[in-house]
């Protein structure tokens, strides 16, 4: 059984930057890469970005691309988020998963989730 453990997200202002972290505990480690996703109020929830584990390679949604990115620390077994200028619509609960098996923007192939952190962005 793998745990994954998100920081807290927390309250910032439009333009503002925020870090999230994930980090691995349980058995032996080796997704075959982690995502983020979130999901605001009344909303499904919706892939944000992705780094693949062995290559390090990220993909983001469009909605983020050009803000955010993400890295990892493979022997901590921590996956980061680092988002910059924030935007309202970035409001959500924001979920780190670990990936091994389909298409990487559904969640169905994402065997492990974090707890869910609230990330607040104010206008």
């Known amino acids: 059984q793998v745990q994954l453990v998100e920081s807290e997200g927390g309250l910032v202002q439009a333009g503002g930057s925020l870090r999230l972290s994930c980090a691995a505990s349980g058995r032996t480690f080796s997704p075959v890469g982690m995502g983020w996703f979130r999901q605001a109020p009344g909303k499904e929830r919706e892939f944000v970005g992705y780094?693949?584990?062995?290559?390090?390679?990220?993909t983001f949604a469009d909605s983020v691309k050009g803000r955010f990115t993400i890295s990892r620390d493979n022997a901590k077994n921590t996956v980061y988020l680092q988002m910059n200028s924030l935007k309202p619509e970035d409001t959500a609960v924001y979920y780190c998963?670990?990936?091994?098996?389909?298409?990487?923007?559904?969640?169905?192939?994402?065997?492990?989730w974090g707890q869910g952190t609230q990330v607040t962005v104010s206008s």
């Open positions: 780094i693949s584990w062995s290559t390090g390679t990220t």
């Open positions: 998963a670990a990936h091994y098996s389909g298409t990487y923007t559904a969640t169905a192939g994402y065997y492990y």
